[in-house]
DNA sequence: GTGGTCTAGACCACC
DNA sequence: GTGGTCTAGACCACA
């Protein structure tokens, strides 16, 4: 799976990171149980520091994505995702209101702000042949 | 229009200001041409710094949603609002992929999604004319 | 309030310094809604460094002992702490366990173990007074 | 005897193992005098590493648990455990300590900890002779 | 001045 | 070899 940082964004490195880990999982290139290569080596191949390897790790174990395993390292959690709470749905409100408030002063329709949605939804849809 | 600040959020207070601006303005609270508080008198009204009301209202201007005549004082952009050119499609998408790798995970689907946006929009085409 | 660090100890400095904290909170020393010390301040003072202590600080957050207020600064929780949960005492009990078993194995009686146990909550129920 | 591990969890393995044989003596499982596998049987019936299970023995015989012969193999300690002297009486307090402080801010009563304890007590005082 | 992020290098516990 | 901890110094966003 291939990884690209921005190192000039403003989006701190290791929220990139955890944000395209998370996509590898949606899109079935990452699956449950697979093995994530170690700090150390990711944080080499990427030319970022391994601390900021391990934040982004870190964070991803904290939200239930990846299990840190005593012998086989890092793995993708197996034993499915953390299920989408109340919590999660108002915290997903509070993300998207401001962004469609601007869209909405911006002149677009709702029907294009969702097709824009449905378009990224595809993305992570074609599961059956990877 | 009421403000409402959480100042405990790890959203800055300046860009929670901006975003609240640009809802009230989307669900039309606000009109063009409509006069803004002051720099000073919002910040004490809002118990905030002058710098934090300042940033917010210049990051307004730069977007093309407000201008701060020297005189008149601040007042929302009366001449339309900036469209949506490819540069801020391109944004928006880039904002939305990562939700919506984090909600394809956690087991949304596309229809849960869009329907959640689409009760957001509604909020908004409750004004009739505009 | 006094904070007292073993930099000898295997228990990790940060979580020494988090255990005082909550200790402070339990025995009444640290009411809700006062002001820590910022993380360099606390961080000069103990002589240690500043990410030792924004590490305690960002579990005490994560855990709900804390906020971390935009103006405020770092405060005790003031709107009530976390509730003791299933999935809290799950992990006490889980914690007590092989505790109590080598007490067992050590001649110790139910008695003797809980009277400990009476003795340490003494020390933090004097909040009346203070 | 039956031990389970958690590779998972961040306790070690070592731990987990040496907890859990203190544990099987506490309940009379495992019985003074008694053999136990060797360091080379255990690891391969558990499928963790040699070393691990060394460090686990070699803690229990420090500890006092057990006895490691260099032909009778390794033995449950026949000749009586190790009597709780001042200095694991304050080990005891200083673990125990952090634990209660904390269920105090979580609003625990002392009655309620010390019923949890007792229960966990039941459990090892299930053996009748012993 | 605050906390947040990133880098770099070191040591240790664990396996 | 792995991840966990600690230190140190730098820059930036925020208020």
Known sequence: MLIHLDLEASDPIYNQ?????????????????????????????????????NKAYQQLKQDG????????????????????????????QKTLHPLIAEAVCRGIKREEFVDLCSEIFKEFEKQGGK
């Open 65 to 92: 994505f990846i299990l840190i395993h005593r012998q086989k390292g890092v793995v993708v959690q197996p034993d499915g995702f953390p299920e989408a709470d109340e919590e999660y749905w108002q915290g997903l």
């Open 17 to 53: 990171l955890k944000n395209q880990i998370i996509a590898g999982i949606a899109k079935g290139e990452l699956v449950p149980g697979e093995r994530l290569p170690s700090v150390r080596a990711l944080a080499q191949d990427l030319g970022i520091n391994l601390h900021t390897v």
